[in-house]
């Protein structure tokens, strides 16, 4: 029987191998468009079995696609589900009232999937039982969330930092270092035993003093020997971990100096449109300073420009009105150069905090950053840019800088140093930050 087709339809590579992997797990044929446009010029010439169609895409939106195709006799009867990071009932209802079946997370899980595909008769219920199951893309792991430039927040980052160089793992390879030494000491007390009979059935007379000794010495040792060993083993663990706390200390005291000095040098550059009131000056700093000392850093997998950070802008701009300030807002993204590397289906991840730097994928860093403007932003975040009342006046406006991993906040590891991927990981979530930046006509 002839293969069933799929086509998928997104402007990011990694959803689109990550979906595809999963699907021809289900001996599906899968075509891939990354955008709408090539979607719909594939249509003209082939007529897949499903369509999982993205939303927020250059250009034509997944919306506007599906409307089109339904529009179209020729591919009206093909089902579309949706397949994309929005949710809510009120998207669910407007997917599917422009002809869409549903709406897949692009987090899917195999339950979903599997039920989705039988519900479209794409796959049958005893084929599906007897496949492997397919992989699934993981969740990203949580990581710091914050990259905050006022003491407080640096304070409280540095004992988040402290808190997970938990001692655990090096009591756990401490207690495992312990029971092979405690079989090697075994061992050597049987094997003493052993020859020390042999030689009391030699000469039982001389030697019936001496095993007594042999054997008590033997076990005087294992037993005073076990617990030196177990307080050197673990004193030579808390000694690496206060050293990494200090460490990371003395990186985050550092890094505080520098943004209190690129603070006092961005009021330099601040000029409100009544720059002869000294009033105003004040205030548009302080409105600088509440911006910039604000939690603004966004987590592994997160849309940068969304939730906290549109609180701010809006909240700032505001401010800014208030005061008649002229210029334009920049709002920098700076992504953390993460640690990832590829399963054996090609999906990237975060590495294990125990991983070797080596293992990380360089290509993956290329592959992730720098993101584009649709994948910077959300759609709430992008409406308000549209319909805000402060930015429809035209005397202040809003710009976007992507500057990927250019210009780290804290410098990475050296590789002499040697470090994991959870140091290296740590240090990658507190550079995964949006700076605000006033910038006036000169």
């Given at each position: 029987?002839?293969?069933?087709?799929?086509?998928?339809?997104?402007?990011?590579?990694?959803?689109?191998?990550?979906?595809?992997?999963?699907?021809?797990?289900?001996?599906?044929?899968?075509?891939?468009?990354?955008?709408?446009?090539?979607?719909?010029?594939?249509?003209?010439?082939?007529?897949?079995?499903?369509?999982?169609?993205?939303?927020?895409?250059?250009?034509?939106?997944?919306?506007?696609?599906?409307?089109?195709?339904?529009?179209?006799?020729?591919?009206?009867?093909?089902?579309?589900?949706?397949?994309?990071?929005?949710?809510?009932?009120?998207?669910?209802?407007?997917?599917?009232?422009?002809?869409?079946?549903?709406?897949?997370?692009k987090q899917v899980e195999k339950a979903e999937l599997d039920e989705v595909l039988q519900s479209l008769r794409i796959i049958g219920e005893q084929e599906e039982q007897g496949r492997t199951a397919p992989g699934v893309l993981p969740a990203a792991a949580e990581v710091p969330g914050s990259a905050a430039n006022d003491y407080i927040e640096l304070r409280d980052v540095a004992r988040d930092v402290a808190a997970r160089l938990d001692p655990?793992?090096?009591?756990?390879?401490?207690?495992?270092?312990?029971?092979?030494?405690?079989?090697?000491?075994?061992?050597?007390?049987?094997?003493?035993?052993?020859?020390?009979?042999?030689?009391?059935?030699?000469?039982?007379?001389?030697?019936?003093?001496?095993?007594?000794?042999?054997?008590?010495?033997?076990?005087?040792?294992?037993?005073?020997?076990?617990?030196?060993?177990?307080?050197?083993?673990?004193?030579?663990?808390?000694?690496?971990?206060?050293?990494?706390?200090?460490?990371?200390?003395?990186?985050?005291?550092?890094?505080?100096?520098?943004?209190?000095?690129?603070?006092?040098?961005?009021?330099?550059?601040?000029?409100?449109?009544?720059?002869?009131?000294?009033?105003?000056?004040?205030?548009?700093?302080?409105?600088?300073?509440?911006?910039?000392?604000?939690?603004?850093?966004?987590?592994?997998?997160?849309?940068?420009?969304?939730?906290?950070?549109?609180?701010?802008?809006?909240?700032?701009?505001?401010?800014?009105?208030?005061?008649?300030?002229?210029?334009?807002?920049?709002?920098?993204?700076?992504?953390?150069?993460?640690?990832?590397?590829?399963?054996?289906?090609?999906?990237?991840?975060?590495?294990?905090?125990?991983?070797?730097?080596?293992?990380?994928?360089?290509?993956?860093?290329?592959?992730?950053?720098?993101?584009?403007?649709?994948?910077?932003?959300?759609?709430?975040?992008?409406?308000?840019?549209?319909?805000?009342?402060?930015?429809?006046?035209?005397?202040?406006?809003?710009?976007?800088?992507?500057?990927?991993?250019?210009?780290?906040?804290?410098?990475?590891?050296?590789?002499?140093?040697?470090?994991?991927?959870?140091?290296?990981n740590t240090i990658a979530a507190l550079n995964n930050r949006v700076e605000f930046r006033l910038s006036t006509p000169q």
């Amino acid at each position: 029987m002839a293969s069933k087709r799929a086509l998928v339809v997104d402007d990011s590579r990694l959803a689109r191998l990550s979906l595809c992997q999963m699907l021809k797990n289900y001996d599906l044929e899968v075509d891939t468009a990354d955008s709408a446009e090539d979607a719909l010029e594939y249509l003209g010439r082939a007529q897949p079995d499903v369509i999982f169609m993205d939303h927020m895409m250059p250009g034509m939106d997944g919306l506007e696609a599906v409307k089109v195709i339904k529009d179209n006799p020729k591919t009206a009867m093909i089902p579309i589900m949706m397949y994309t990071s929005k949710e809510g009932e009120v998207y669910v209802s407007q997917a599917r009232a422009l002809g869409a079946v549903g709406v897949l997370p692009k987090q899917v899980e195999k339950a979903e999937l599997d039920e989705v595909l039988q519900s479209l008769r794409i796959i049958g219920e005893q084929e599906e039982q007897g496949r492997t199951a397919p992989g699934v893309l993981p969740a990203a792991a949580e990581v710091p969330g914050s990259a905050a430039n006022d003491y407080i927040e640096l304070r409280d980052v540095a004992r988040d930092v402290a808190a997970r160089l938990d001692p655990a793992p090096a009591l756990d390879d401490i207690q495992r270092i312990i029971e092979q030494e405690h079989d090697k000491l075994k061992d050597e007390v049987q094997e003493s035993v052993q020859r020390a009979v042999l030689r009391y059935d030699a000469e039982r007379s001389a030697i019936a003093n001496r095993r007594f000794f042999v054997r008590f010495a033997l076990i005087s040792a294992a037993l005073i020997a076990l617990p030196l060993w177990y307080v050197h083993l673990f004193t030579q663990a808390e000694e690496a971990r206060q050293r990494s706390l200090s460490e990371y200390e003395q990186l985050l005291k550092t890094t505080l100096a520098q943004k209190r000095e690129e603070s006092v040098g961005a009021r330099d550059d601040i000029t409100p449109a009544a720059s002869d009131e000294r009033t105003a000056d004040t205030a548009v700093v302080r409105s600088l300073d509440w911006a910039l000392n604000t939690s603004n850093g966004f987590a592994y997998g997160e849309t940068p420009l969304d939730g906290a950070r549109l609180g701010i802008l809006r909240e700032l701009l505001q401010h800014l009105a208030q005061l008649n300030y002229r210029g334009r807002v920049v709002l920098n993204v700076h992504n953390g150069n993460y640690c990832l590397v590829r399963s054996e289906t090609d999906v990237l991840t975060l590495a294990k905090p125990t991983d070797p730097l080596e293992r990380c994928d360089a290509e993956a860093r290329a592959d992730e950053y720098p993101l584009n403007l649709e994948e910077s932003q959300s759609l709430a975040f992008a409406n308000f840019l549209r319909t805000s009342p402060v930015l429809g006046e035209g005397y202040i406006e809003v710009d976007i800088v992507l500057s990927g991993t250019s210009r780290p906040l804290v410098p990475y590891p050296q590789a002499s140093a040697t470090p994991s991927a959870g140091d290296w990981n740590t240090i990658a979530a507190l550079n995964n930050r949006v700076e605000f930046r006033l910038s006036t006509p000169q």
